[in-house]
């Protein structure tokens, strides 16, 4: 339900567009906004995690995600939801990081790969939910009961998520500013995090829009398309996800150097993208197919190698992903709303075009990561290596 409520609102942009009387760069600042949110909060969220704990910081998170969330479906112009779109944002930034960091608290070394693309696929089954069941009920209720259902089911499973989630790790101990800033410096300096963030934040923006903006790019290029077919094909895209999030993570568990999993997933997956406007539809059910595998195996990685650097192991790690986010978020707030510009302006064949090129371009900047390497298990003793094994290194 977390991520239905990230990808609803792309469902019903044509919707929210003709209700609110809102032109494609206003919708591009409504979708521009829920990033921007989520981007600000990443880093808030991890010094929440160091202070009270994971557990407690994602069950709050979804709580302040539901009401803004459920806020939004009465908004009365496009202004007022980009504004409550932001705020349910931050929501969703006070989540995903914590959450991540517990899941890998409950795994051991050498263990986390599948786990890891899993929850991923949890994520992107979520977004699939969103863009297909989000594009029914806007046809069949309105807009905003898709809005509104989503964030109704967010607070409901928000009560649930204290019974289910186990309580595997110690209350942090009380810190200082002083000792919680010593506590983090090592990972907000690590030259391996940012070398890797600013790396995908370039495909991180490009499967953004691929995702969110297909239906308003169909409803604008494909007019005879319905609303179904235009969201049935991100839908597929992140359906496929699915397979490739556990995939993506149990190969890097497997292989030493992380970079080459990353480097050609990324590499494919910005081809595709610059692909989407010169496809038919018979081309593009196959195109978005690919980019979900690429999309789910190549953020398992992402997401994956974190775990094993020294600086962002432990406790460490929820502010570390936080970090990753906030980078590739805020890169992917300023190309939601340019890429709208772009398509108004310039057309939807350049719109993508800039996407897919500066999916590519950022992608060089994965070779200054030095913490790539996973120790495998030893074939003798069966252990996983070093209790440090040599990842990467702390700045």
Known sequence: MYAFNWYNVGAVLPLVGSALGATTPQLGIVLGSFLAGAGLFQLPAGFAALRWGNRAVAIAALVIMGVFCLASAFSPNWVVLALLRFGAGAGAACFFAPALGLVASYYPVGSRGPVVGLYNAGFSLGSGVGLFAGAFLGAALGWGWALAIGGLALLGFALLAPVVLPKSESLPAHRSLRE???????????????????????????????????????????????????????????????????????????????????????????????????????????????????????????????????????????????????????????????????????????????AGAFGLATLPLLWFVTGHRYVPPDPVTNASGPAVPPMGRAT
């Open 180 to 354: 919680l800033w010593q506590a983090s410096r090592p990972v907000l300096v690590s030259r391996d995090l940012w070398a890797l963030s600013l790396s995908f934040m370039g495909l991180w923006t490009s499967f953004y829009v691929a995702a969110q903006y297909f239906v308003q790019y169909a409803h604008t290029v494909h007019p005879a398309w319905s609303l179904a077919l235009a969201a049935g094909l991100p839908t597929l895209m992140i359906a496929v996800e699915v397979v490739g999030g556990p995939l993506g993570g149990w190969l890097a568990e497997r292989r030493g150097d992380m970079r080459v999993l990353l480097g050609g997933f990324g590499a494919a997956a910005g081809i595709a993208v610059l692909l989407i406007p010169f496809s038919s539809l018979e081309e593009l059910v196959g195109l978005f197919a690919v980019l979900g595998f690429l999309d789910g195996a190549t953020f398992a990685v992402l997401y994956l190698l974190p775990t094993y650097l020294p600086e962002t192991r432990g406790e460490g790690l929820s502010l570390g992903l936080g970090l990753l986010n906030a980078i590739q978020i805020f890169a992917g707030s300023a190309l939601a709303i340019a890429f709208a510009y772009v398509a108004t302006y310039a057309g939807y064949t350049e719109a993508w075009v800039l």
